[in-house]
């Protein structure tokens, strides 16, 4: 009993210092310059060393039972340039990092790891280092992975597989990839989104804002080529990639990056935010950068964004019947912008442009004649430098089946002249910009004629009748816009033609129509 | 007649009987009578001097669309003649001569779609009617262009001194 209190007595203080000293940093074991003699440590642990021997490498080993992500600091001393490295347990090296100096502290941030064994490995880059007894601390951080970047990830092979729907955090760090062929070349985060469901769907992509870094975020597909990219925010702001077209099942490719150089942030994470939506033709599926990428235009309406810089969005009208239409289009107006409407044929070749309004404003496609077969609305920002990914665009279309007694364009030469009989009228726009209105009537017997133009706002026109070999036979002009034309005429059988066009070309009306009609007296 | 009778009766059971068939090849079936691929009619014959051309052309993108098309020409409500037959996506010339002054010419395009018999194109998609004087010494060209499918056409006029 007496041996037992005296055991209690001296071997509780032992027990105590001996569990204290468990807890405590890990100290290096000796020589561990070798991964045979690396110095234990575990995940989430301390260890703590000193450079005595500074031309070696100091190994560490740590014993992973889950997976997770996998933290690093040292924390700088006196005369040691710190090269901290990563290596798995076949000793290949994971990653590398030297961003500070001499005195500084290294870091890498979310190492990806899997049950098994990881060494963590500090050099010394300087040559004559003399710091042989202050010791440097290591700390590690073990954290599960969910939701986490898992490093490295810095090439399409390395790839990060993420879900379509969710939210990754990673580090813009380290900002160089010290184990790419050119040791210069920036660290970049790439991440693969497999979706596997089958059908249309649109991607969502935003990056948040990380001080001292303007993200680049592209997208790939698995052959390597980029389909789009955003950078439309600058330094210190996010990106955000809206409406991106995805046919399920594929599988594409995420691209971050820092814009500038060796631009990075230890301290602040980004969060990568992917959103997977059913496509259902209300917004723009994207990529529709081309015409073989056109989106489907099938409902009235269709939204979408302008963006990529340069870039036009485009989409696909087809007309499935054999009949007549007018097809009538509007763009609304962006924030700070000018954007331009065009109709392009079933080949890609233009067949009218619409730039009739001022930054801001919508632009007008009052009718264009359409008849079986596809055609394309394209819409594109004036400059082609801006872009804006926020605030989204709308496009509606109307189609509206032809009848005699409406415009049909395009008239706007002798070629492509609207034919029109006596007794008729015809209602038109004078729209796009430079718009000039051709029609042709044929009399089959001499005849007083009477040619009227009603009068349009902001819109003086003027009427040219032109005998059948185009000879200008009269003119006639509004004195002042909105104010109506008429020409009065006895004129021989034959064929004639009517020109009609505002005597300013940048006059012009999208809202209201004029009338037109030949009356023989 | 009763020595007869069994004599008869074996020359009628042996025309009742099923006779025995040679074996010979069958006959080749019919051969399906091939679309024409020409409308029935004659052609409009070749003028030496003509003072009237008609050129009639179509932009075909799609060689699978590549079908085969006249056009009728009518003088006054009569018809006076026809292009060829041929392919949309070859120009079609017909050569006339017409009797001169101011005639309202009307032009009749058809087509001959992959199912069906000829088609006129409906009267939505016909070229316009119009006046074309025909003097003494000239050539009028008209020139008729489909496009999109015939959904649209340009009818261009121009004029040439006549050979000599």
């Known amino acids: 009993m007496t041996a037992m209190k005296l055991s209690t007595r001296f071997l509780a203080p032992l027990a105590a210092a001996a569990l204290f000293a468990a807890c405590g940093p890990a100290r290096e074991s000796g020589s561990n310059f070798t991964y045979q003699q690396a110095s234990a440590l575990k995940p989430g642990g301390v260890g703590v060393g000193t450079m005595r021997e500074s031309k070696q490498p100091h190994w560490w080993r740590l014993d992973v039972k889950t997976d997770g992500v996998l933290s690093a600091k040292v924390g700088g001393i006196r005369d040691v340039d710190f090269v901290l490295s990563a290596y798995d347990a076949d000793r290949r090296e994971l990653l590398r990092v030297h961003e500070a100096t001499v005195g500084g502290d290294e870091q890498f941030i979310g190492l990806g790891v899997s049950p098994g064994t990881y060494y963590i490995v500090l050099t010394d880059t300087k040559a004559d280092s003399n710091n042989p007894t202050q010791e440097y601390r290591l700390e590690t951080k073990f954290e599960p992975s969910h939701g986490r970047e898992r490093q490295p990830n810095s090439s399409a092979l390395s790839a990060q597989a993420i879900e379509a729907d969710g939210t990754v955090r990673g580090w813009y760090w380290p900002t160089r990839n010290l184990l790419s062929d050119d040791p210069n070349s920036d660290y970049e985060h790439w991440f693969s989104v497999d979706v596997q469901k089958t059908g249309l769907f649109l991607l969502n992509v935003d990056v948040s804002e990380v001080p001292k870094v303007d993200p680049i975020l592209e997208v790939y597909d698995t052959n390597g080529y980029k389909l789009q990219t955003a950078d439309s925010g600058g330094v210190g702001e996010g990106e955000s990639l809206r409406d991106f077209g995805v046919r399920g099942p594929g599988k594409f490719l995420l691209r971050l990056r820092s814009k500038y150089k060796g631009a990075g942030n230890s301290d602040v994470p980004f969060d990568l935010m992917t959103e997977l939506l059913p496509y259902q033709g209300r917004t723009a599926f994207k990529p529709n950068y081309q015409r073989s990428d056109a989106t489907p235009f099938e409902l009235d309406t269709i939204t979408d964004t302008i963006g990529p810089a340069g870039a036009a969005d485009w989409f696909k009208v087809t007309i499935s019947t054999d009949a007549k239409f007018l097809l009538r289009a509007e763009v609304s107006g962006v924030p700070a912008m000018e954007l331009v409407l065009s109709l392009k044929d079933a080949y890609g070749n233009d067949l009218v442009a619409v730039d009739n309004a001022g930054k801001e404003q919508p632009q007008v496609m009052t009718g264009w004649g359409v008849t079986k077969g596809d055609y394309y609305l394209v819409v594109s920002e004036k400059t082609g430098k801006k872009v804006d990914a926020r605030d989204a665009f709308t496009l509606t279309k109307k189609l509206i089946p032809w009848q005699t007694g409406l415009e049909w364009e395009p008239n706007d030469s002798t070629a492509t002249v609207q034919a029109i009989k006596p007794g008729e009228s015809v209602d038109g726009y004078f729209a796009p910009k430079g718009d000039q209105d051709w029609y042709e009537f044929n009399l089959y017997q001499k005849a007083a004629v009477e040619l009227d133009l009603t009068g349009v706002i902001n819109v003086a026109p003027e009427m040219t009748l032109f005998d059948q070999e185009y000879k200008e036979l009269a003119t006639a002009a509004a004195a002042k816009s909105g104010d109506p034309v008429q020409i009065t005429r006895e004129l021989d059988r034959g064929t004639y033609d009517v020109r009609l066009k505002p005597s300013d070309p940048a006059q012009n009306n999208v809202r209201d129509k004029y009338s037109f009609r030949v009356i023989v007296k | ?164």
């Not at chain 2, 679309?35 to 179509?58: G, W």
């Not at chain 2, 085969?68 to 996506?89: A, L, M, N, Q, W």
């Not at chain 2, 261009?156 to 050979?163: I, K, S, V, W």
Request: charged share 25%.
């Open chain 2, 1 to 164: 007649m009763r020595r007869l009778l069994p004599v008869l009766l074996a020359f009628a059971a042996a025309c009742a009987a099923p006779r025995a068939v040679t074996p010979t090849a069958a006959p080749a079936p019919a051969p399906v009578p091939a679309r024409p691929p020409k409308p029935l009619f004659s052609e409009t014959p070749e003028v030496n001097d003509p003072n009237f051309v008609l050129v009639v052309s179509e932009a075909v993108q799609d060689p699978s669309d590549d079908g085969v098309s006249y056009t009728k020409v009518f003088v006054d409500g009569r018809e006076v003649g026809r292009t060829e037959v041929g392919k949309k996506s070859e120009e079609h010339v017909l050569k006339l001569k017409l009797p001169l002054g101011n005639q309202p010419i009307r032009l009749e395009h058809w087509v001959l779609p992959a199912v069906g018999d000829w088609t006129r194109l409906d009267d939505e998609f016909q070229p316009r009617e119009r006046f074309v004087r025909v003097e003494d010494g000239t050539v009028v060209r008209l020139e008729l262009h489909f496009s999109e499918g015939e959904g649209s056409n340009t009818l261009a006029l121009t004029r040439e001194p006549a050979p000599r």
